[in-house]
């Protein structure tokens, strides 16, 4: 299996400009993560789906975010627009077909906004 | 909320001996899960070993084992014949089954481990 697949590794951007950020979970899984990590506040979860339906978006910091998940094999995470504080990595995680299952995490996007 | 604190910001330990890390956790909650999560300095994040708090009995993972402590909320990690490429940030990670906290993992500011030949 391939694993979850990010893209893309890198971005930097400027202050103002939307970014977005593509996820591919791994085949068969049901459930889809989006976290971020940051030096000042550690890994957070920003947001999960079941079944490509939004369950939890209490992490989301500001309504400049929005995810969205169209299809089992895919998903976004949209900054619009974007600030220099938004500057972290973003990883995405799935898990089977129950929550408990182990979440398996992809590479991460490494995100600079100048 | 669950709270979940790792001690140690730092450690180092020399090839092949015994390293434990340490990890605490603050819940209400009777079901839930706990996780080591290892990032390398690839940034991937890799599962390492996983624990159910239904379970008395501690998880292990060839040289990885835990020891479970329901009572003192405490989980910690303990690395046999420490290997080079097990230098990497550990994180702790704590997942509640029930409630609004459902599937989310909560972790630890993490313990930067460096194993020196």
């Known amino acids: 299996d391939a694993g979850v697949i990010q893209s893309p590794r890198h971005e930097v951007t400027e202050m103002g400009q939307e970014v977005t950020l593509r996820c591919k979970p791994i085949?068969?899984?049901?459930?889809l993560f989006w976290y971020r990590q940051t030096m000042m506040r550690g890994l957070e979860l920003l947001i999960y789906?079941?079944?490509?339906?939004?369950?939890?978006d209490s992490g989301m910091p500001e309504d400049r975010f929005s995810a969205k998940m169209p299809n089992a094999s895919f998903s976004t995470l949209k900054i619009q627009p974007s600030e220099p504080r938004d500057s972290a990595v973003y990883f995405c995680?799935?898990?089977?077909?129950?929550?408990?299952?182990?979440?398996?995490f992809g590479p991460g996007t490494r995100l600079t906004v100048l | 909320a669950q709270t979940v604190t790792q001690s140690q910001p730092e450690m180092s330990v020399q090839e092949a001996e015994t390293v434990t890390l340490s990890c605490t956790y603050d819940?209400?909650?009777?079901?839930?899960?706990l996780f080591w999560y290892k990032q390398p300095p690839s940034r991937q994040m890799i599962l390492v070993i996983r624990?159910?708090?239904?379970?008395?009995q501690n998880a292990t993972e060839n040289r990885f084992s835990v020891n479970f402590q329901k009572a003192a909320k405490s989980f910690s990690l303990k690395i046999s014949d420490s290997q080079l490429g097990d230098t990497a940030m550990y994180f702790c990670?704590?997942?509640?089954?029930?409630?609004?906290?459902?599937?989310?993992?909560?972790f630890g500011k993490g313990t930067l481990l460096t194993v020196n030949p």
């Open positions: 995680a799935s898990s089977l077909v129950t929550g408990t299952d182990t979440q398996y």
């Open positions: 085949s068969g899984h049901d459930y």
């Open positions: 789906f079941n079944n490509n339906v939004p369950i939890d």
């Open positions: 819940t209400s909650e009777n079901n839930y899960y």
């Open positions: 624990q159910e708090a239904y379970k008395q």
């Open positions: 990670a704590f997942m509640a089954l029930s409630g609004g906290s459902n599937y989310k993992l909560t």
